[in-house]
């Protein structure tokens, strides 16, 4: 199976800044991984090469069978839904219906799919009350997750996440959990940048760590998430969830909530009453 | 002595019905952190821009009650990337933006600016466009232009929102450090597990009005858990069915089950 997105031995620099060097890695259908490392490590600058707004220096950036330097960020578009660090960028419409529409409808889909495509991601996202809104009348937790939207609704292959969870409530990050999980299930790619390894643990399954421009680490998410060893070299710690299961020696060592709920009971049910 | 004192506000945005703020009255001390939590829309933004004079100033809309500072305010905003200046070349410059435009002798200017980018780790980035920063980075630079003015209420709105594990704890051994130094802070942000370790008092806000005043210990209170406002630690145990009172951090709950 050709995987959605492959990185071969991808290098960029900003002029005389190094960003990234010697970069590989492949996507299959349906993965969902997460993109973690320190600020400037080159993480925003792979999701604007898998969008197109930049070229590899050397190397080849793969959607598909598109190798990028070929295509123009609009036809990469019907592939990638990208959605960028400052969503601001990438809203424009005078409401947030509109705006998530405009995806399908520049794809040219038939204007009834547009619709059922605008319907599901602001119904995804728990945004149908804020549909008539100005994007701009919305706090900037709600213009990000509008932009999300609007990325849902190109319904590609891949989609590239450069911290979609900034500013958002337990609720709402549990919604755009839901909302991912749906599109991945249902065949999309996700690679999600995110500082939130609380959201991460809930809804990825695969880590890749940049370090100065290289990759670092390739493995299971759960796996890295739970070892602080591990991780302290790239700057990271483990979310409180992984921290707790690894404090009270958790069967499993679960990062999510639910399980090491689940898991706390099961051990209290069998410790001796104090 | 207090930095900021609101009685009885409530805001409304221009053309809206409905206030964003209910009532709200608050005092924040010098040497004192406050956090304000809630769901997204609760008014903990609104609150922080009441605090530094920007509502109704700049944003419009209508105020009832009284807002006082008796201090300088300066406010990071949700979205530090529109603070730049757009003026400079060098992140020391970008720094130095707030406080030339302050009208300090270049000595201070420069006193101010070291010092920001110090305790902001910036020293490595000094000499960087601040257009090829990451968004962390550039985070970073805005939070010290606002510090290199020096003022004696600072206001943040989820000022760790963009950084690194590393960042994030620099920035939050830096606000204990600036309230030791006598400032106010008031602060807005989602990352509730940090708060045990940084905040003096939790504001929880709901529809604009203050539901609960108290220690971080409220973060793991039985009603903020339900509401989605307790840490990940307190919530875990809550979900699991252990009876309380819930473990705020990992430390905490380390002791109890022991």
């Known amino acids: ?40 490590a080159g993480k925003s600058t792979v999701v604007r090469l898998i969008a197109g707004l930049q070229r590899p220096d050397e190397g080849t950036v793969w959607v598909g069978d598109w190798d990028t330097r070929d295509c123009a960020p609009e036809e990469l578009a019907r592939r990638v839904g990208s959605l960028f660090q400052h969503a601001d960028q990438q809203l ?64 590609p292959a891949l989609l590239v996440l450069d ?88 069967p499993g060592r679960p990062v ?13 049910r069998g410790r001796p009453a104090p | 002595m207090r930095s900021l004192t609101l009685e009885g506000v409530s805001f409304w945005y ?17 040497g004192e952190i406050v956090a ?27 105020l009832t009650g009284s807002a006082a500072r008796h201090d300088r305010s300066g406010i990071v905003l949700p979205t530090p990337w529109t603070q730049a200046s757009g003026m400079a070349f060098s992140v020391w410059d970008e720094v130095a933006f707030g406080p030339a435009n302050l009208g300090w002798p270049t000595h201070e200017i420069a006193r101010q600016v070291d010092r920001a980018i110090e305790q902001l780790e910036l020293a490595p980035l000094a000499s960087r466009d601040p257009v090829t920063l990451s968004g962390g980075e550039l985070q970073r630079v805005i939070i010290a232009a606002i510090l290199a003015m020096d003022p004696g209420l600072v206001l943040l709105d989820e000022p760790a929102a963009e950084l690194d594990s590393d960042g994030a704890r620099t920035l939050w051994r830096l606000i204990r450090l600036l309230a030791k130094e006598g400032k106010a802070v008031l602060l807005a942000t989602s990352t ?61 709950a380390l002791r109890r089950w022991r």
């Open chain 1, 1 to 40: 199976m050709i995987p959605v997105l492959r990185l071969d031995g991808v290098s960029f620099s900003y002029g005389s800044v190094p960003a990234l060097a010697d970069v590989s890695f492949d996507i299959a259908p349906g993965e969902r991984v997460a993109l973690l490392g320190r600020n400037g």
């Open chain 1, 92 to 155: 424009f419409a005078s409401s947030v219906r509109d705006d998530v529409s405009f995806g399908p409808r520049a794809l040219g889909v038939g204007e009834r799919e547009v619709e059922r495509r605008t319907d599901d991601a602001l119904e995804d996202l728990d945004l149908t009350p804020h549909a008539a809104h100005h994007p701009y009348d919305l706090p900037p937790a709600l213009r990000k997750l509008a932009a999300l939207a609007g990325v849902l609704a190109l319904e």
């Open chain 1, 163 to 250: 911290e979609p969870t900034i500013g958002l409530d337990r609720a709402l990050r549990a919604r755009v959990t839901r909302g991912l999980l749906e599109r991945s299930a249902a065949g999309a790619a996700l690679l999600v940048i995110t500082h939130d390894l609380t959201f991460a643990a809930e809804t990825l399954e695969r880590g890749l760590v940049l370090d100065r421009g290289t990759l670092a680490c390739d493995e299971p998410l759960a796996a890295l998430l739970g070892d602080a060893t591990r991780l302290e070299p790239f700057g990271l710690e483990p979310p409180p969830v992984a921290a707790l299961s690894a404090a009270l020696d958790l």
């Open chain 1, 256 to 268: 999510r909530a639910a399980e090491a709920a689940r898991e706390l009971a099961r051990v209290a």
């Open chain 2, 14 to 30: 221009p053309a809206t019905d409905s206030p964003a703020l209910r009532n709200v009255s608050l005092h924040v001390a010098r």
């Open chain 2, 36 to 62: 304000l939590v809630g769901a997204l829309g609760a008014g903990a933004s609104t609150l922080l821009l009441v605090a530094a004079d920007l509502a109704p100033r700049v944003t419009g809309g209508r």
């Open chain 2, 192 to 252: 509730l597990d940090a708060l045990p370790e940084v905040a003096d008092r939790v504001v929880w806000l709901e529809d604009g009005a203050i539901r609960a005043v108290g220690p971080p210990d409220l973060l793991a209170d039985v009603a903020a858990c339900d509401a989605g406002l307790g840490t990940s630690v307190a919530t875990v145990w809550r979900t699991s069915g252990l009876p309380g009172p819930y473990p705020l951090t990992v430390a905490h």
